[in-house]
Nanobody, 118 residues
Framework: QVQLVESGGGLVQAGGSLRLSCAAS????????MGWFRQAPGKEREFIARVTWTVGTTYYADSDFVKGRFTISRDTTKNTVYLQMNSLKPEDTAVYYC?????????WGQGTQVTVSS
């Protein structure tokens, strides 16, 4: 059974950094796109970034909140996807979710809370 387990969230002051991890297990992820999403209270879940498992090509949301601050990467030897977040702002407070997608298959992690204090 596929499992995506996020970790690395927590409370950080504005301007700080966090690195989220997503440990993936349960199947081979060749051909998958691994992504990060977030959902703030009262808002819809929004796409942040994704990386192709096999080649490592990255895509980012065409949004100001991502540019220059968030970086996605993956380590296939550890079956882990990362999201490096720098210069965090209070508006980055949300639950961050890992996602694995391939044609008709979509898997989600349980999420990790990130809280940025001002």
């Amino acid at each position: 059974q596929v499992q995506l387990v996020e970790s690395g969230g927590g409370l950080v002051q504005a301007g700080g950094s966090l690195r989220l991890s997503c440990a993936a297990s349960g199947r081979a992820f060749n051909g998958f796109a691994m992504g990060w999403f977030r959902q703030a209270p009262g808002k819809e879940r929004e796409f942040i970034a994704r990386v192709t498992w096999t080649v490592g090509t990255t895509y980012y949301a065409d949004s100001d909140f991502v540019k220059g601050r968030f970086t996605i990467s993956r380590d296939t030897t550890k079956n882990t996807v990362y999201l490096q977040m720098n210069s965090l702002k209070p508006e980055d407070t949300a639950v961050y979710y890992c996602n694995a997608m391939h044609t008709v298959f979509t898997y989600w992690g349980q999420g990790t809370q990130v809280t940025v204090s001002s």
